[in-house]
């Protein structure tokens, strides 16, 4: 195949398998269970008995840090008290168990004006103890706890301490929760006597149910920093990490996790209905953890420990993606507005790779003053394809042309936008952040007057009218033609970011700019050639 035939299957190939790419995840997207109404006090049931396998004791005794081992429970429970501070209202249930956790910040108010519940109703629970015995876990699961605070609480700048003490025939369970007002909490659990028993921070939490090619699951980072990721649909079952520092159920803006940066905890992974993860950690007679709910904003995080960052997962691309993030933030406090940043950090991203862009456009112009020779040489030597390739390259050495010159810039960028995408798609530093009052209020959720897709539309098209293209076969023209209106029809119709179509937007913008002086620049360029040929 000849090279310029690459180049542009290539450039087509990208752009379809783009379409496809964004298409997909909107029109097939993971199947997540809504939450109805707004009631934090409704009755919730534990699915243990789906979730979990019955483990022997044979398996108990080989690998004691598997919850595998916990028998299954199927229980009830009603709310045993709640905590509200200004961010969240936390609901504890009659099993000892965060139950229902609100975000009350202005800026998660749903479009119905309910605030977010992030836990699904039909969903393990956070801080479910599940006991290897079987018969002590039967008893836990009919058992109520009882709390040293009633009603709802209210918590105010500092701590609040919650015990929830169960006592059964032959053991008594304590839960002591030290609240702070961000949603993270101190845990310990002490056991009247030595019993083996495991702990989840539940079933990951339910931020939203977009038609997006999110990363939901679990993640579990390890003692040698290793980050795990396990997610939903990937789950075996039989994963077991020991020592680990985090272990972490997360959606696309929100987690719910323990960690312990001094002992590390045993977790093992339990494979759900849909094969999704759900953590357990194994428990102690006088267990001590970290533990976190709510937003997976970075500096909440960061203001708990600098290393529950960690948590934060941009999917395949977390090693640019991370980085791009920590830009994007330091740019925005500094401006002091999220689409400012974006805009500005577009602008540096084109910069940085200016001197690879400059090298492929000028190379694909210099490919399209050769197209007529090159199609003369296909016709003549159309029945001999080794003549035909050995007389393209003496044309190509011969004009100095790189047939894989506009290739390959494209291809080193195109890790860099799909890192962006991650980013602009999964931070939740985005939600509530206005770019312009009025009009992009929140760059988390889309245009609502559609300019941005209408804008990038056109963007498109125009970038497409001056950069040098040259095929052959009229209907890859056409498509890659009608590409621009895709990708518009394509983003007004589905509600992607804001923030995202930002980013493009600019970004074509920049490159319009951008290849506009690389023609002047080419010109110019050939008129010196010319000059010195008739000098």
């Avoid at 194994?282 to 904003?297: A, Q, S, T």
């Avoid at 540096?348 to 790779?353: C, D, E, P, S, T």
Wanted: aromatic share 10%; proline share 6%.
């Amino acid at each position: 195949m000849e090279q310029q035939d690459l180049n542009k299957r290539l450039l087509l190939a990208l752009a379809l398998s783009f379409l496809v790419f964004i298409g997909y995840s909107y029109l097939f997207p993971t199947q997540t269970p809504v939450q109805s109404g707004n009631d934090a006090n409704a009755t919730t049931r534990s699915v243990a008995s789906r979730d979990v396998p019955i483990a022997s004791n044979k398996t108990q005794m080989s690998q004691n840090t598997s919850a595998k081992a916990a028998p299954q429970a199927v229980a009830a429970a009603d709310t045993l008290a709640t905590v509200r501070s200004d961010k969240f209202k936390m609901t504890i249930d009659k099993l000892g168990r965060i139950s229902q956790f609100e975000l009350l910040e202005e800026k998660y108010r749903q479009a119905d004006g309910h605030n977010p519940q992030i836990l699904a109703p039909d969903k393990t629970k956070p801080l479910e103890i599940r006991f290897s015995d079987k018969n002590i876990n039967t008893e836990a699961f009919k058992t109520d706890y009882v709390a040293n605070i009633e009603g709802d609480v209210t918590l105010k700048s500092e701590p609040l301490k919650v015990i929830l003490t169960q006592t059964l025939s032959s053991l008594t369970v304590t839960k002591t929760l030290t609240i702070k007002p961000n949603g993270a909490y101190d845990l310990e659990v002490t056991t009247s006597s030595p019993v083996s028993y495991f702990i989840t921070p539940g079933y990951r939490p339910i931020a939203d149910t977009s038609r997006y090619l999110i990363v939901r699951g679990a993640l579990v980072k390890t003692p040698d920093g290793v980050i795990n990721t396990i997610e939903d649909g990937e789950a075996k079952g039989d994963e077991v990490f020991k020592n680990a520092r985090i272990a972490s159920a997360f959606d696309r803006y929100v987690a719910s996790m323990f960690y312990d940066f001094k002992e590390g905890m045993n977790v093992s992974v339990l494979k759900t209905e849909g094969d999704n993860p759900l953590l357990f950690v194994e428990g102690k007679p006088d267990l001590k953890l970290g533990g976190y709910i709510g937003p997976k904003e970075y500096k909440i995080l960061a203001a708990i420990n600098p290393e529950l960052t960690d948590a934060i997962e941009f999917g395949w691309f977390t090693f640019l993606s991370y980085p791009f993030f920590k830009v994007l933030m330091w740019i925005e406090s500094v401006v002091g507005n999220w689409g400012w940043a974006i805009i500005l950090f577009t602008l540096l991203v084109k910069l940085v790779l200016f001197p690879l862009s400059y090298k492929g456009m000028m190379s694909m112009q210099k490919l399209k003053e050769l197209a007529p020779k090159m199609k003369e040489l296909r016709e003549r030597y159309k029945d001999d394809p080794a003549k035909l390739n050995m007389k393209m390259m003496e044309l190509y050495k011969k004009h100095n042309a790189n047939p894989m010159g506009g290739c390959l810039p494209m291809l080193l960028q195109i890790p860099v936008f799909f890192a962006l995408y991650r980013v602009l798609l999964n931070a939740d530093e985005l939600q509530g952040a206005v770019w312009i009052s009025g009009w992009i209020d929140n760059l988390a959720a889309a245009d609502p007057y559609y300019v941005l897709p209408v804008l990038m539309g056109i963007s498109m098209w125009v970038q497409q009218k001056i950069t040098p293209t040259n095929f052959t076969d009229p209907m890859q023209e056409k498509i890659f033609q009608f590409f621009p209106l895709l990708i518009a029809l394509m983003f007004i119709i589905m509600p992607f970011p804001s923030g995202l179509v930002l980013y493009w937007v600019v970004n074509n913008i920049f490159t319009i700019v951008q290849q506009l002086v690389i023609n002047k620049a080419y010109q110019k360029h050939k008129a010196q050639i010319a000059a010195q040929k008739h000098s």
